[in-house]
């Protein structure tokens, strides 16, 4: 028993010959009275709330995970043992010999113990925290007696931000002194503090990983994280589909590898554009800007993907327009189909809408997130059908890409597939379709690697499939497959009254694309318009409003600009459709007076030459009193 710890017991306050930290250390405990005979136990976690403690503390133990047993092997077979503590001394994790780990729990040297200076007096651990710093407390150093028979060594162990989370201590028996422990004790500390802060970086780059994917999600366009070697580290659903590959095919690889058919790349220190074909030869644009270190290190690059202006397919900025009741009636099932996982059958003559609908489907989904997938089979010959949709495997056939190449499924897998035509589907293709609904898995054309896949089937026809299934052209059980909702896309001609939506809509949209400023609408032109038969249905009024808006000459399109076949059609009237636009022209004049008179029924009246009675009855018969 070392003299100066009795004196300083006994009530002396500097004795020599102790370390200024012990010294101090003894101070604290003897203010906060500490007994030094025995320590009375209270602080002990029973089982559970030791669990709990580790949860809470569950990156500093398992930053320490691989610590302890590594600093361990260095001492095994010494008696000894080696200790992972918390911020607030609570032993968490124990490794040690054996004898030595028996001989350790008389003192409560043990998982739950509480070994802060406040607690046990002066101790490697407690006064490792209170000093904030590594610390030896050997044999009678300690404060308490009945710890006179350890030497311990401690390193606190901090957080990136600097804090104390914890403590790494050695223990064994007093007299087998040992001048590396410390270091060695110091050495642990760090390498626990260096896989935290691992952890913490690696956390980080998740958040900034996911966070880059939902950006990307909820772009419109293609978008694209390259590296400063040229490696793609990201790239949207959107961005793939543009480049007619997988996300997982693109990620991981370079810029080289994955453009094919790379016009030009320009990669440098100063710019990093590229210009590239796709395998259909539409040409893709991409803007990029570098990212670089605060020091002005190129890192790489971040930029978005497009279609050149030239090749913007239209239908991809388009929205459902038209509010009547029948348009309001198909918008309802759709939304009511796009909410559950089934698939859709839209019919209706050519030009009424179904790709719109098939797209209004996908984004109300909760699949908007993933890839929209359209094909036309009607547009591509048979025998490519099939390769198209399923992809091949390379050497397939003669031709076939090297790597071969994923079809339409693939490509839309986790998101839609429009299948447009779907009637011109060939016999064969309709069994492999058949075949893949009922399993969700597909199989490239001369591959064995079955690939699963999440797809939703829209499926579009102009002609009756029904009849199709009568005379054997269409399998019966792929037409219940794929009618699961139907939805018949009335004619223009039986929605006349959405032209009022659809016209403006459509001049908005061709002064758009054609950089011309917004031109006006002529009222005088609807008598013409919804007198027309619209064989071609949408698609044929918005050829001619395009066309209309690319020859006008004025800041209004007129009747004038009508194409000839719609001007002549009004003199050709039946007398029926003559009474329904003189009506038409009724109501119109009326909206232009009221117009002209900002609203006031008596001068408006006096303009058209009616009475005010017969002009309030005209404004309740045609729906226009607000
Ligand atoms: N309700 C609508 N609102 C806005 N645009 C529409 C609407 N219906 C059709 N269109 C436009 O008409 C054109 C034809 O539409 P879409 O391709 O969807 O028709 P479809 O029925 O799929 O035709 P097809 O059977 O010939 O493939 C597109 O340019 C589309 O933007």
Known sequence: MSEQWRRFIAGENTVSGVEPIILRSWQRSRERRVNYRLVKDTDILPAPLLRERCQAQESLVQAAEQVLPYIYR?????????????FEGYILKVVGDPPFLTRAQQVQLSPGANWREDVRGTNAIGTSISEGTAVKVLGWEHYVQENHFLSCWAAPVRNPQGKIVGVLDISGESGQRNSRFLEIALIGAKM???????????KEAAISQRGLQLAGAMLRQGFI????????????????????????EIIGNTVG?????????????????????????????SR???????EGRLLGSVGVLNLTRANVDPIESSCWVGNCAKSKQVLDI???AAAVNVSVLLQGESGTGKEVIARYIHQL????????????????????????????????FTGAKKGGQPGKFELADGGTIFLDEIGDMPANVQVALLRLLQEREVCRIGDHKVRKINVRVIAATHKDLEKLVKTGLFRLDLYYRLKVVTINLPPLRERIEDIYDLVPYFVSKACQNMGKPLLEVDREIYPYLLAYHWPGN???LENIITGMVALAGGPQITVADLPPELRQNLFCSTKVEEGALLEEKTRLAIIEALQKTKGKIAPAARLLGMGRTTLYRKLKEYNLLK
Do not use: W
């Not at 008696?79 to 918390?86: F, G, K, P, R, T």
């Not at 626990?192 to 690696?202: D, G, M, T, V």
């Not at 989904?365 to 495997?393: K, Q, T, W």
């Open 225 to 248: 994280v390259i590296d400063n070697k040229g490696v793609i580290k990201e790239i949207n659903q959107q961005g793939a589909q543009l480049l007619g590959k997988r996300r997982e």
């Open 365 to 396: 989904s909760d699949r908007r997130e993933g890839p929209f997938v359209a094909l036309n089979c009607a547009a591509l010959p048979p025998n490519l059908i099939e390769s198209e949709l399923f992809g091949y495997a390379e050497g397939a």
């Open 538 to 540: 949408v698609r044929e």
């Open 192 to 202: 626990i503090e260096q896989n935290l802060l691992l952890a913490e970086l690696q």
């Open 74 to 86: 260095l001492l095994q077979g010494q008696n000894y043992m080696v200790i992972l503590c918390d």
């Open 334 to 336: 759709a939304a009511r």
């Open 288 to 294: 990029l800007i570098r990212v670089t270190s605060p």
């Open 257 to 285: 590898d994955v453009f094919d058919n790379t016009k030009s790349i320009l990669f440098s220190h100063k710019r990093l554009d590229l210009q590239f074909e796709d395998n259909a030869g539409k040409e893709i644009d």
